[in-house]
């Protein structure tokens, strides 16, 4: 699939939830959110549907998303569906690491390929801080568990706020280095604000070579992060809404002022 400016739409980022186990002072209002009706939620049957059907127009990378994609019960099953499918070459998972421990193994043998885990410093009463109550030690364990169960690469996921070089990040690089770890660096972003830059050491956020579509949990092909332009499923049709996403993907990112990181799945 080519979009208007002529670039190849090969990568689906599906949010599989809406509910997250941590509440991150960059993602999520501390009084939580207001969660999706679980009948808006996408059957795990109808999330295979749309992969299937975005597999045959030309996706190869999927990335499964939320959220927290491992407070959603099935999922390992559901990987395993995922991998069966002809034609991924690609499979991901973005996760808190904080239920890692327990899933590492079984994705991994469900057939994930690769991890990305999120991990914004290595002091235990800042991680409390930033995730609102999150135990450092359980992601710790849980990227351990990742490295052991052979899942390849584990990436580590920095947010930072003005530079890689700040203390945290720094900390977090030595952690990495240390352990075989590859570290992205990702500034915070406001998606209302539009504010947003290319992620060190991976590809988010350079519109020139973006080659993404995003799934939300409520069944919304997005075109774009920074932008409100969206495509229903269930009402369009898989196939319509994701030849309407691709034909009116946007040149560049602008603002999104209807979505959050924790429903799109960042
Ligand atoms: N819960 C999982 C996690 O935290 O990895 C997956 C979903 S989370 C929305 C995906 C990624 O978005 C995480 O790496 C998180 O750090 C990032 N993220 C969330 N809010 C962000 C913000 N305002 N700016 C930049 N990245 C953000
Ligand atoms: Fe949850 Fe991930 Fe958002 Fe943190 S960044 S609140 S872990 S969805």
Redesign the pocket.
Known sequence: MYDSFNRRISYLRVSVTDR?N?R?T??MPEQGISMLPHSDILTYEEILEVIRVSVAMGIDKVRI?????LVRKGLVPFIAKVAAIPGITDLGL???GILLEEFALPLAEAGLHRI???L?TIDPVKYKWITRGGDLEKVLKGIQAAQDAGLKPVKI?C?IQNSSDEPDATAVREFCLARGLEARF??????GEGSFTIVENGHGGDCERCNRLRLTANGKIKPCLFSDLEFDIRRQGIKQAIEQAVGMKPEKGLSNTTGF??NI??
Do not use: A, K, R, W
């Open positions: 997250c941590l991150c960059y993602c998303t939320g959220g927290e994609p973005t996760t808190n990305n885990i999120s914004d996921n947010v990702i500034h915070q972003m406001n998606l990181f924790h799945g960042g």
